[in-house]
């Protein structure tokens, strides 16, 4: 009886392997990989909320590199900490405006 079951559980290990061997070289073969598409009617809208978007990111950072110059220009004299942390916002403001400008390119990578 020990060899029928050794047997019967050998054969559905086997079994299953094939079974699960097969569903992989189909998967590894051909699997559907269709490109990105919006659903109908909903691209226009969502053009816009994403032109208010970059349009917010640039006013930010006008307004960062403004608030940057003008800690520059007020601590230049007297407070070298106040100017040191406004040139030190430079980059981290063009770090972000660079970074809003190739979202779009970055996520289409993943797509």
């Known amino acids: ?10 054969h559905a ?4 392997y094939l079974t699960a061997h097969r569903a992989w070289e189909h998967l590894a073969g ?11 009617g909903l691209s226009a809208p969502v053009n816009t909320i994403l032109g208010w978007g970059k349009w917010g990111v640039l006013v930010c950072g006008v307004a960062g590199l403004l608030i940057c110059g003008g ?3 007020i601590g230049h004299r007297n407070r070298a900490a106040f100017a040191a942390d ?14 809003a400008a190739v979202a779009a390119a970055i996520a289409g990578v993943f797509l």
């Open 30 to 40: 051909g699997a559907p990989n269709p490109p990105a598409q919006a659903p109908p």
């Open 86 to 99: 406004g040139a030190t916002g430079v980059p981290w403001v063009l770090a972000g405006l660079s970074l």
């Open 71 to 73: 800690k520059m220009a």
């Open 13 to 16: 290990v086997f079994v299953g």
């Open 1 to 10: 009886m020990g060899f029928i079951l050794q047997a019967a559980a050998a």
